[in-house]
């Protein structure tokens, strides 16, 4: 069996391990890529370590800690209350403020799986009280989250431009957003409109009061006004000066740390370490696999049953349906994004930007599937007798979304370019 084929094997087996098991691939990563490097092939050590993501590792915890900070003292409970008073008692307003605030927190910084975090316990509990269908809520909060995924000062963002520099893609980091953000928008209202949203909004009986919604009029100190002045600022500074997200995110979050914003030690707890550790460690094997040509493999047996037009939806609905029982942003971009120029290679005419966004959109699409990460917040946040059904139903609607993802990708970065 060649090194080519085993390393592919490798990274398949680390998939489906994340797929089904609760352990970290991104450990399980690195001992693979030892073995496939050091064990199996001729490279050093050195070598192996060397596709380490020192960079990304570095934005991902600067960014992370910040806005871990600016949860731990309470900043982004008060903008989640003030917005929620907005919609002045009718029903049908707050799974669409609860889409927007989903949206803003995870473009801002804080990334999709963040936003859902802090956004869904509340989200879950008021869909309940208001007679709000659980599984319209958990569509629009992980369809507003995974809206802003892509942002270029938000994890998942992060991850999937500097995959995308990597293999020539510069400049393109708001396009990227973008495309994402219209995407999951389009099928967030679709969904809104489906499950019973719409008649929900013109129901003149269906009034919530902020204690079924439990909101409470929540006052800002003087710390919380001081992080979400710090925020404010490194975002301005980001747009307007071209500041580097990683400078900036380290120096806001220092400033916040020694003016006392936050308890240093539970903010540090907030950070995702195991979902960094993920995120690196995956490069790491894709790293290894690509050098020993499993890359270039894997790119001809997909391209074997595409064309130039149809591979969009061809790569948009295999990400789709790994994603369903896996990690977006941590498993299936690393493994996916770096394909791309081998499949323009075998496909004369296909457009490595269009491949690049199908395989983004495809990914996130069905995240709302129970079996991934916002799916899986979304059911825990729901009352107990709601969620055998809601598991279900959420597992439907994700495994759909893999259909979906496939025919946009493939009508408006195939056909229509």
């Not at 050093?44 to 910040?66: A, D, E, K, Q, R």
């Not at 747009?239 to 916040?256: E, K, R």
Request: charge should be negative; hydrophobic fraction near 60%.
């Amino acid at each position: 069996m060649s090194l080519a084929l085993l390393s592919l094997l490798a990274l398949l087996a680390a998939i489906l391990i994340s797929s089904f098991t609760r352990v970290n691939v991104g450990v399980l990563s690195v001992a693979f890529a030892f073995v496939i490097g050091t064990v199996l092939g001729d490279l050093s050590v050195g070598n192996v370590v060397s596709g380490f993501p020192s960079s990304l590792f570095l934005t991902l915890v600067g960014i992370t800690l910040l806005f871990a900070i600016a949860r731990q003292n309470g900043t982004l409970d008060r903008i989640t209350a003030a917005a929620l008073r907005l919609a002045h008692g009718r029903a049908g307003l707050v799974p669409i403020i609860f889409f927007f605030l989903a949206l803003a927190f995870a473009t801002a910084g804080p990334g999709n799986i963040a936003a859902v975090a802090m956004l869904a316990p509340v989200a879950m509990s008021a869909a309940a009280r208001a007679g709000i269908s659980p599984l319209l809520m958990a569509v629009l909060v992980c369809n507003g989250a995974n809206a802003g995924a892509l942002s270029p000062i938000a994890p998942t963002g992060i991850i999937a431009n500097d995959l995308m520099a990597q293999i020539g893609l510069l400049d393109v980091e708001w396009p990227n957003y973008l495309n994402t953000m219209l995407a999951q928008s389009f099928v967030a209202a679709a969904g809104y409109v489906a499950l019973g949203g719409v008649a929900l909004l013109v129901r003149s009986d269906q009034e919530v009061s902020t204690e079924m919604l439990s909101v409470e009029r929540l006052a800002w100190n003087g710390r919380q006004k001081w992080t979400l002045s710090v925020i404010a600022l490194l975002l301005a500074g980001i747009v307007l000066f071209d500041l580097d997200v990683t400078i900036g995110a380290f120096l806001a979050a220092a400033l916040l740390s020694v003016t006392g914003a936050s308890d240093e030690r539970e903010a540090m707890e907030l950070v995702p370490w195991g979902a960094i550790i993920l995120v690196c460690g995956v490069t790491v094997l894709v790293a290894i696999v690509g050098s020993a040509g499993g890359i270039d493999l894997a790119t001809r047996w997909i391209a074997s049953v595409s064309s130039a037009t149809s591979v969009t939806g061809v790569i948009a609905f295999v990400t789709g349906v790994l994603s369903v029982y896996s990690s977006s942003s941590g498993v299936i971009m690393p493994a996916f994004l770096p394909m791309g120029p081998g499949l323009v290679e075998n496909l004369p005419g296909a457009d490595l930007l269009a491949i690049s966004y199908s395989i983004n959109v495809g990914a996130h699409l069905v995240d709302v599937s129970p079996l991934s990460t916002l799916g899986a917040i979304c059911l825990a946040g729901a009352v107990a007798e709601h969620r055998e059904r809601l598991f279900n139903q959420l597992l439907s609607w994700g495994l759909s979304m893999s259909v979906v993802g496939a025919l946009v990708c493939w009508v408006f970065f195939g056909l229509l370019g």
